[in-house]
């Protein structure tokens, strides 16, 4: 199953004003005239003049004090106190997610200083694989037989009114912070501190779990007599992971949390930090990185924090990874979040397959939210894949595990996650669903479901009704990519990459720039897969190249993950990228999307089955649009109708043959559809006709016969589009599994094939032989 084409959003002719410039010059040292910066903030309409400098610059920004969440967090406080004082046990309850844990640690730290660890202070933190988030009653029972009196969640706790009832009958206690969405009704729990109950524009509105626990503790070490040994910075590093690694908008003390923890971060490399967390420096260097990037976090700890309980389920060691002084400990567990993030990668991509292959069978036209389940499906990666499928194919996506069948005959449940797409509150969908559901939760963008297996057909149907409804149309939604900068491959490298380095940390809200580049070229392609710690290969690729343009000296390096070098045009095309650094491979460029250059250029663009209109004219200066013929036609009908149409849009016709396939004798050409079938097996791949059509230069005529000769080799193709009429449009997906046994393909099929091939190239050479005047006769 392809995914939807991403429709390039490319930035406007509005240039950012000198006096802009100035002023982002001016809150910044060392750059003298930012103009791509400045640029950049002009159209993202971030910060206004007098804001700039503490969005900008950390030491600038005037940070919110914890006392705005009002009356509840002076309760928790003051109950706090009185547990310290009164010597009570106190658990904290934690969530299995990067921020979940690192929330426990943030508290099992902070309160670990003011409450002996062990003997008066424990943790607790779900099992991703059996459990869910929030409260359970078989935890609750847990903490109040080991003695607590208080518990203190975080990252959790908002919509657990009937476990916090439940607790009380335990005799304990329940303080809740959190930042997920809010009940209608109370709780029941004796504070609750959630961002959620501030206005929108709060400055501290955004806060994600970690943050929450931060500021809890903030207020408490405020209030006490005395400092306790380490100052509340110490968390800082902690409260970054937790922040970048989440779904949060980063603003206000969001942002500026995340600025400061990132540079607190960065001293865990260093020889001899402050506050040293063994665990942490072992981490960033199994993931070789160096801490002071948010993408160190986003691609670096916190999959490897998630992928413990993702793979093992039980995330409590992760706790101890980040807190831990105990080197030859912490060394330990940090080597087995990396073999748990190993094999997280290779499961998600399984799965991801697996996946679009069911995607594959289900009518796109009149789907509007996808509803999948299954009962081999791996619990743990659920939310991954459901994320990749959305932005593939930009439609809210639910991915469920069925339970196996219990042994009293109580009714299976199906458990999974569910990602959304702009627009779309994932959580207000499913409260209006709450009928048919035993539990949910999460974010707007995000959730998790549990639910009984009988009800997934109704509930997605009544998803899919809503989601129509919402956004109108039965027409699948094109999934969209924000591009921030047009630039050239001599522009790329460090003095651009400072300058957008003061966007960071990105996020939502503030995504990480998009540059666009255009009629490149790829050399010095190549793909690896992917070994683990105990070099293993494992299914997991990326392709590593160097992208030129006309006015490149030399090229420059970038990588394209999940994807073989196949995969990349040998021709010219546009880029979109993304600009980035680390200590081990320099600058370099993720490859973000690319497309045909759908102008008139100096070298061949990539071949199509029809002439494309593909420019827009955006800016002064920009090429004007052309209809493109980049197929040689094979007869005088194709040309004349080409003509009428670029007459009737009232634009020229710009050539850009391509004859590469055709320096291929007809039985080369066999022998790419037949690896090009392999590979298009061998991972799974879907592929349309006129993709295949295009890649080879195969009429539709000589395509179906290819094919016919390639099911006489051991290929079998769903569906059997190549018995339909050759002038039947129909796209739909085809799939190819491979018999590895021996197969004698039938000669008379290939030679059939080879035939009609040598004839079509025969035609093709002698109208790219004939001068374009007598084309236009």
């Not at 110490?234 to 400061?260: F, K, M, P, T």
């Not at 069978?361 to 959305?390: F, H, K, M, N, Y």
């Not at 630039?487 to 400072?498: K, M, N």
């Not at 007459?647 to 037949?674: C, I």
């Amino acid at each position: 199953m392809d995914a939807l084409p991403l429709r390039w959003d490319l930035p406007g002719a509005d240039a950012a004003p000198d006096s802009w410039v100035e002023t982002v010059a001016q809150a910044i040292p060392g750059i003298t005239s930012p103009r791509w910066l400045a640029q950049v903030l002009w159209q993202r309409q971030l910060g206004s003049a007098s804001d700039l400098g503490g969005w900008l610059n950390p030491a600038q920004y005037q940070p919110t004090p914890a006392s705005a969440f009002g009356s509840d967090l002076a309760i928790a406080v003051s109950r706090l106190q009185q547990a310290i004082a009164t010597e009570e046990k106190v658990a904290i309850w934690g969530d299995f997610d990067a921020d979940g844990v690192t929330s426990t640690a943030v508290l099992w730290d902070g309160l670990g200083q003011l409450i002996p660890k062990g003997d008066r202070l424990a943790y607790f933190i779900p099992n991703r694989l059996s459990e869910s988030h929030g409260l359970s009653q078989r935890g609750l029972d847990q903490l109040a037989d080991w003695g607590a009196t208080l518990l203190v969640t975080c990252d959790t706790g908002s919509t657990s009114g009937a476990e916090i009832a439940y607790a009380k009958t335990l005799g304990l206690e329940v303080i809740v912070t959190d930042h997920h969405t809010l009940p209608e009704d109370d709780i029941g729990a004796i504070a609750l501190i959630n961002p959620r109950r501030l206005p929108p524009d709060h400055p501290l509105a955004t806060l994600s779990g970690v943050a929450v626990a931060y500021k809890l503790l903030e207020r408490l070490y405020g209030a006490l007599d005395s400092p306790p040994p380490q100052p509340l910075e110490h968390l800082l590093d902690l409260v970054a992971i937790g922040l970048i690694a989440d779904l949060v908008e980063l603003r206000g003390d969001c942002r500026y949390l995340a600025q400061i923890g990132l540079a607190r971060l960065q001293t865990q490399t260093q020889p001899h930090p402050p506050y040293p967390r063994p665990g942490l420096a072992e981490l960033l260097a199994l993931c070789k990185r160096t801490g002071d990037r948010p993408t160190d976090i986003s691609f670096g700890l916190g999959p490897r924090i998630n992928a413990v309980s993702r793979i093992h389920g039980d995330a409590s060691f992760c706790v101890e990874l980040l807190t831990s002084r105990d080197r030859d400990r912490t060394k330990t567990l940090a080597y087995e979040a990396e073999l748990a993030n190993t094999r997280r990668k290779a499961l998600q991509r399984d799965l991801y397959g697996q996946v679009m292959a069911r995607v594959a069978q289900v009518d796109l036209a009149t789907t509007r939210c996808l509803v999948l389940a299954d009962e081999s499906w791996p619990t743990g990666i659920l939310g991954l894949v459901a994320g990749q499928v959305t932005q593939a194919l930009g439609r809210p996506t639910i991915l469920l595990r069925i339970d196996p069948p219990t042994e009293d005959g109580s009714p299976r449940l199906a458990r999974g996650s569910a990602r959304s797409v702009a627009g779309l509150d994932l959580y207000q969908l499913f409260q209006a669903q709450s009928a048919l559901l035993t539990g949910f939760g999460g974010h707007p963008l995000a959730a998790g479901l549990t639910l009984p297996v009988e009800h997934i057909e109704v509930l997605a149907a009544a998803l899919n009704r809503m989601v129509r409804e919402q956004f109108g149309g039965d027409g699948a939604p094109q999934p969209t990519i924000q591009i921030d900068l047009t630039v050239t491959v001599a522009e790329l490298g460090q003095p651009l990459f400072r300058e957008l380095k003061w966007l960071e940390p990105c996020g939502m809200g503030n995504p990480v720039p998009k540059l666009l580049l255009r009629n490149v070229w790829f050399q010095n392609v190549f793909h690896k897969k992917l070994r683990d710690r105990q070099n293993k290969a494992v299914s997991f690729i990326k392709t590593e190249f160097e992208l030129w343009d006309d006015g490149a000296e030399t090229g420059f390096p970038g990588e394209w993950w999940g994807h073989y070098r196949d995969e990349l045009p040998t021709d010219r095309c546009d880029v979109v990228v993304e600009l980035d650094f680390n200590s081990n491979t320099g600058y370099h460029v993720k490859l973000v999307d690319l497309r045909p250059t759908a102008v008139e250029a100096p070298g061949p663009v990539p071949g199509q089955s029809a002439p494309i209109l593909d420019w827009r004219q955006h800016s002064p200066g920009e090429r004007e649009p052309a209809l493109v013929v980049n197929q040689i036609p094979m007869q005088w009908s194709d040309w004349q109708t080409w003509q009428r149409q670029a007459a009737q849009a009232g634009l020229p016709l710009a050539l850009a043959f391509s004859s590469e396939m055709d320096d291929l004798s007809p039985g080369e050409v066999w022998q790419e559809l037949v690896g090009l079938a392999k590979y298009l097996a061998r991972t799974q791949t879907g592929v349309t006709r006129s993709q295949l059509s295009d890649r080879l230069r195969l009429s539709p005529t000589s395509l179906a016969l290819g094919l016919a000769a390639l099911e006489t080799a051991g290929f079998e193709i769903t569906p059997d589009l190549h018995s339909l009429s050759v002038a039947d449009p129909d796209e739909d997906i085809l799939t190819i599994q491979f018999d590895p046994d021996p197969v004698t393909p039938a000669p008379a099929a290939i030679q059939q094939f080879l035939e009609a091939l040598q004839e079509e190239q025969f035609r093709r050479r002698y109208f790219a032989q004939v001068p374009v005047t007598a084309l236009s006769w």
